[in-house]
């Protein structure tokens, strides 16, 4: 089956999310910028001056098709503490500390069980993010949703003095990248996961356990995007934090990227860390690595980028917190990106 499954065969194109954000920009320069927005369209977060030296990040996100595994799983809650990860882990990448969530949530006909497990994981990845949940809106929607069909999504705000934004320009050549570990898959590729996973791929059984795991399939492709808040302040509060990047959607290199300096490529070793191996079953379904690199975190769900001086002290910083970085790349010249 080598090569035949891949993310655009599941129905989602990276590529054309990619210009469509080029497409947005565009429409934004035909119009007159707020002098108070800072950055552009494309970032973790938008940042927004609010005065008194400080600017408040907000950003949006959703669940994604991973919807349609809880249903065949019955494994809910764990979508609510996705739903917040997905937006506070993109919001501190620029180094602002969350103040506030708010859900939105539409289905086709409003199930209060399945919701209440929803909204019970969201208070609990807001309480762990050190957050408040401020409010949201729930819609019913039939007709556009079948009975059973819903959707999730969130919006996060939080606030950082403009002078210690992380915006990545203090990024040099010769800096190294440190990651965390993901929980697993997070709340990314999951229409690449479904299409690998059921009849058009291995045709598993979500209950049975694969020799060597401890746990059914389903509870591992359920496992909720781990937060990154508490690590990334701490890393944030050493004052040696040159970038960081949350690696969602299109993958380590297409996320990290995003916050390097033109002129600078970046370099990774995808052998530096242990790949967990809900991975290895996906590619069995005949996906090339390329793919599989460009599509999910691999296990690595969040980056920092610091000089390797600094390393010792991040070490530290995140032991506090309970969390072990592992170098997996590093910075470097570029002359064909400029």
Same mark, same amino acid.
């Given at each position: 089956m080598g090569g035949q499954l891949s993310y655009e065969k599941a129905g989602v194109s990276i590529s054309? *999310?990619?210009?469509?954000?080029?497409?947005?920009?565009s429409l934004l320069k035909k119009r007159p910028k707020d002098p108070n927005a800072l950055g552009g369209i494309g970032g973790?977060?938008?940042? $927004?001056?609010?005065?008194?030296?400080?600017?408040? %990040?907000?950003?949006c996100d959703g669940v994604g098709t991973k919807l349609e595994l809880a249903k065949a799983t019955g494994i809910y809650r764990g979508l609510g503490q996705d739903l917040v990860a997905m937006n506070v882990n993109d919001l501190v990448t620029g180094g602002a500390r969350p103040l506030f969530f708010l859900d939105y949530a539409a289905c086709g006909k409003l199930d209060a069980?399945?919701?209440?497990e929803i909204i019970e994981g969201v208070l609990d990845a807001c309480d762990e993010s050190l957050c408040t949940l401020l409010g949201g809106e729930t819609a019913e929607m039939p007709g556009v949703y079948d009975s059973s069909g819903f959707?999730?999504?969130?919006?996060?705000?939080?606030?950082?003095?403009?002078? &210690?934004?992380?915006?990545?320009? !203090?990024?040099?050549?010769?800096?190294?990248?440190?990651?965390? /570990?993901? !929980?697993?898959i997070h709340?990314?590729?999951? !229409?690449?996961?479904? &299409?690998?996973? *059921?009849?058009?791929?291995?045709?598993?059984d979500l209950n049975s356990v694969p020799e060597g795991w401890d746990e059914k399939i389903a509870a #591992?492709?359920?496992?909720? /995007? &781990?937060?990154?808040?508490?690590?990334?302040?701490?890393?944030?509060?050493?004052?040696?934090?040159?970038?960081? %990047?949350?690696? /969602?959607?299109?993958?380590?290199?297409?996320?990290?990227?995003r916050i390097i300096p033109k002129g600078l490529d970046i370099g990774i070793d995808f052998d530096s860390w242990d790949r967990p191996g809900i991975?290895?079953?996906?590619?069995? %379904?005949?996906? #090339?690595? #390329?793919?599989?690199?460009?599509?999910?975190?691999? *296990?690595? *769900? $969040?980056?920092?980028?610091?000089?390797? &001086?600094?390393?010792? #002290?991040? /070490?530290?910083a995140l032991a506090k917190v309970g969390e072990s970085p592992v170098v997996i790349g590093e910075v470097k010249k570029c002359v064909s990106r400029v």
């Open positions: 054309g *999310g990619d210009e469509w954000v080029e497409t947005i920009k973790f977060a938008g940042l $927004y001056r609010i005065g008194g030296g400080q600017c408040i %990040a907000a950003c069980a399945i919701l209440s959707d999730l999504a969130g919006f996060a705000v939080g606030i950082v003095d403009e002078d &210690k934004i992380i915006d990545g320009r !203090s990024i040099k050549a010769g800096d190294i990248i440190a990651g965390l /570990t993901s !929980s697993g709340s990314n590729g999951y !229409s690449l996961v479904r &299409k690998a996973l *059921g009849s058009d791929g291995l045709n598993v #591992e492709v359920m496992k909720p /995007t &781990k937060l990154y808040v508490k690590s990334a302040i701490a890393a944030v509060n050493t004052g040696k934090i040159h970038g960081m %990047a949350h690696i /969602t959607g299109g993958g380590m290199y297409g996320n990290i990227i991975f290895k079953l996906i590619q069995r %379904a005949g996906i #090339e690595e #390329e793919e599989m690199r460009r599509v999910f975190n691999l *296990g690595i *769900g $969040y980056v920092f980028i610091i000089d390797p &001086k600094d390393l010792d #002290e991040l /070490t530290g």
